[in-house]
């Protein structure tokens, strides 16, 4: 149980997150903080947050408990503004899609205080973002990554694995490196390759004719590209070297495959297009087992 | 009203036609074929269809509306099968989602009889294939194009679309030229990026930890991944011209969207995102307006 939560960025996953705690009786109290006062001004409309803080470092006056759950790039700057009230006993998570990024920040700016951070990335999200779109229900069932480093103080860790599991999370520990890697091959490729699909077919004269024919296919497997653009834009440059390396390996395969289509290799092509749907088929969401 | 139809094909797509046909009392008895006995037996004992034909000429025997639902690149040799009893007076439709070779291959097998022949795609599927998925509402609200030639009786046309709007799809009438460019940008090339994503992690040695990290937007960008390889070997053949020189502007596309992640342009990579995200976000599903 904690006294008060401080809330910074009452976005779709900070306001999620506060909305869940509540509902659990995990917290008494929110705190929070946006950048535009108008999102701190709906959220406490909405019940997501309890007090509007006129700043970042406000937010966190009082707390126990600090969730930064601003775009990646921003993390930073936001670490910068609450450092003054960072104590070594508060508890700081964020919620952010990359680690090595927010980490290399949290040591630069935390310094002695970096072990109260522990580094957080729940896997769940919507394509719409905003606190009008803020769900009690966002996290549960969900995966959480918490990639600690060597200095994360084992008390705020045991902390934040404890708290996810109230909000009927998964946790999962592992490096960040490892972190990053799977996320570039399994998510912030995908996106890239979404919006990359869109703005091709946007490119074309035919694109209205095109767009008002595609089916339940397309809907689906672009969802993601009606992401947020700017939280997109940072976790795309905070994760680039992996991001490329894996967009090399994808392209490498998509080319190897479109050989087996010019040459009219039809055994080879069925055989690769098995795999896929194969791994595809067998592929569960947040299960353990590949 | 029609009084038999011929279904060759007895899977996903021919066997939901077959139980929508029915529901909707177009149609009195129904004679299929499948390639595989299984198939067509399971079918008659799922209630798909009435009676099991041992061929699929002896399908088309007696028929007044013939529906061929077979990979696309079995339309050819269906074709020839059943030829010599095609009639003036049958409506044959078929459901292949390319159209130009479905249409060469009715031209050189029906010849004077290819009037008879309506070519249908409609804009309908599931990642799961097989008749025991087939299911009476696949088709309703959804989208049918239909490709005539000139030499498409205006009869069999009007009957094809009147059937299709009773199943309560949107009917849709292009040039097999304009619907194969099309499907090739808004389904075939998602379809081969889809699985040249799932084949590329599945290269990599980390590939069930990747998996097991993967989340709700991996599992939307992916289903397609897990569609029936001998379909879509076929279509990704059938339709190669114009996939490639679609997967050759989003190439080129992905390409310059890696260039200012590479360069750390935040700002034309934040615009190239909002303009997907844009798009993508503003379209509908069977709307005909993009």
């Known amino acids: 149980m904690f006294e008060q939560l401080g809330l910074i ?3 779709l996953m900070g306001g999620s997150f506060a909305l869940a705690l509540k509902r659990a009786g995990l917290v008494k ?4 903080y946006s950048k535009s006062p108008s999102t701190t001004e709906r959220a406490r409309q909405m019940g997501v947050i309890d007090v509007e803080a006129p700043s970042a470092l406000l937010a966190v006056s009082g707390a126990d408990i600090v969730l930064v759950a601003v775009p990646v790039a921003a993390t930073e700057a936001t670490l910068k503004a609450i450092r003054h009230l960072v104590s070594r006993d508060m508890l700081i998570m964020d919620v952010g899609s990359t680690k090595r990024d927010v ?3 949290a040591r630069r700016v935390l310094r002695d ?6 580094p957080c990335h729940p896997i769940a999200g919507k394509e719409v973002s905003g606190v009008e779109h803020a769900d009690p229900d966002l996290y549960a069932g969900k995966q959480v990554i918490i990639t600690p480093i060597e200095r994360t103080q084992v008390a705020q860790l045991s902390r934040a694995v404890e708290l996810w599991k109230a909000l009927d999370c998964t946790v999962v520990q592992m490096a960040p490196e490892a972190h990053d890697a799977a996320f570039a091959a399994v998510s912030h490729l995908p996106h890239l390759i979404a919006f990359a699909l869109v703005n091709g077919i946007a490119s074309q004269e035919q694109r209205e004719a095109f767009l008002s024919l595609a089916g339940p296919g397309f809907r689906d497997f672009t969802r993601i590209a009606a992401s947020d653009p700017k939280v997109w834009r940072d976790i795309l440059l905070a994760n680039r070297q992996e991001l490329l390396a894996q967009s090399q390996v994808f392209q490498r395969t998509l080319q190897s495959m479109e050989a087996m289509i010019e040459a009219g290799s039809g055994d080879a092509l069925e055989q690769s297009i098995a795999q896929a749907s194969d791994i595809r088929s067998r592929w569960r969401l947040g299960s353990r087992k590949a």
Chains 1, 2 share one sequence.
């Open 9 to 11: 960025g009452c976005g």
């Open 113 to 118: 205080n970096v072990g109260s951070f522990v």
């Open 103 to 105: 980490i290399d920040s």
């Open 29 to 32: 109290r929110v705190v929070g």
